[in-house]
C-alpha cells in the first residue's frame, strides 16, 4: 500500500510570516508542503509565483507540492522547476497539449500531476497514465480556499481507483484538494485518496500542529 501523505495548503497560511507556518506543519507532521498558484485566468484569484516558490523552498525541509491553477502551464514549468518545486501539477483544463507538457516536468526530473476539475471526467485521463506520477482530483472548484467538500467526489475516487487498477497504474499517487478536514478524511481516504490536501481544515484549527497528527492517526 502507498503511505498517506498530509499536504497542508499555505493558501491559509499567514502570508505575512509564511516561514513560522511552515515550520509548525514541519513540525506537526506533515509530508509534503502544497503550494496554490492561481493566475486570475485560470480561476477567479491570483496568488503567488516563482520567486515566492523559491523562498519558501529556502526555508522548507519536506517537499514542494505546486499545484499550478495557471492558463498555457507550459510556459512555466522551468520556472517553477527553477524555483524548487519537486511535484508539478497541471490541470487537464488548462492546456492543450497536456501529453507535452507533462513530458516537460519529467524531463526536469520532477513528480509529474495531473488536476480534474470536479466537472471532467476521468476519461482525459486514458491516453497520459504512463506520463503521471500523481492525480489531483479537485474536491471543491479551484480558487479558494474553505469551501464545502463535494459529496459526488467520493464516487469519482471509487472509479479512479478501478481505472489505475484496470490499467495497471495503482503505482500513481491519487491526491485529493479542497474542503478536507478531521471528520471526512477517513471517507476520503477509504475512497482511495493518498495525499491529503488541507488548507483551513489545519491552518483555522485551534491547535494546527495537534490537528495534523490527528489526520495522521485517524489514517494509520
Ligand atoms: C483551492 C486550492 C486548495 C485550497 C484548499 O483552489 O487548490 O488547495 O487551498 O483549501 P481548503 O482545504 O480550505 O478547502
Ligand atoms: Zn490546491
Given at each position: 500500500m502507498k503511505p498517506k501523505k498530509i499536504s497542508p495548503s499555505l493558501l491559509s497560511a499567514n502570508f505575512s510570516n509564511l516561514e513560522k507556518d511552515i515550520k509548525m506543519v514541519e513540525?506537526?507532521?506533515?509530508?509534503?508542503?502544497?503550494?496554490d498558484v492561481m493566475d486570475g485566468h485560470f480561476v477567479p484569484n491570483i496568488t503567488m509565483g516563482p520567486v515566492v516558490v523559491e523562498a519558501i523552498n529556502e526555508v522548507a525541509k519536506i517537499p514542494l507540492d505546486v499545484h499550478l491553477m495557471i492558463s498555457d502551464p507550459d510556459y512555466y514549468v522551468n520556472a517553477f522547476a527553477d524555483a524548487g518545486a519537486d511535484y508539478i501539477t497541471v490541470h487537464s483544463e488548462s492546456t492543450?497539449?497536456?501529453?507535452?507538457?507533462?513530458?516537460?516536468?519529467?524531463?526536469?526530473?520532477?513528480?509529474?500531476?495531473?488536476?480534474l476539475n470536479p466537472h471532467?471526467?476521468?476519461?482525459?485521463?486514458?491516453?497520459?497514465?504512463?506520463?503521471?506520477?500523481?492525480?489531483?482530483?479537485?474536491?471543491?472548484n479551484p480558487g479558494f480556499g474553505g469551501q464545502s467538500f463535494i459529496p459526488n467526489t467520493i464516487k469519482k475516487l471509487q472509479n479512479l481507483k478501478k481505472m489505475l487498477k484496470k490499467h495497471n497504474a495503482e503505482h500513481i499517487e491519487i491526491e485529493v484538494d479542497g474542503g478536507i478536514k478531521i471528520d471526512n478524511i477517513k471517507e476520503v481516504s477509504d475512497a482511495g485518496c493518498d495525499i491529503f490536501v488541507s488548507g483551513s481544515g489545519i491552518f483555522k484549527a485551534k491547535n494546527p500542529k495537534k490537528m495534523i497528527s490527528e489526520m495522521i492517526n485517524t489514517l494509520s
Open positions: 513540525e506537526g507532521g506533515a509530508h509534503l508542503l502544497h503550494i492543450n497539449h497536456l501529453h507535452r507538457v507533462l513530458q516537460k516536468i519529467k524531463a526536469r526530473g520532477i513528480k509529474a500531476g495531473v488536476s471532467t471526467p476521468l476519461s482525459v485521463l486514458e491516453n497520459i497514465l504512463d506520463n503521471v506520477d500523481l492525480i489531483l482530483i479537485m474536491s471543491v
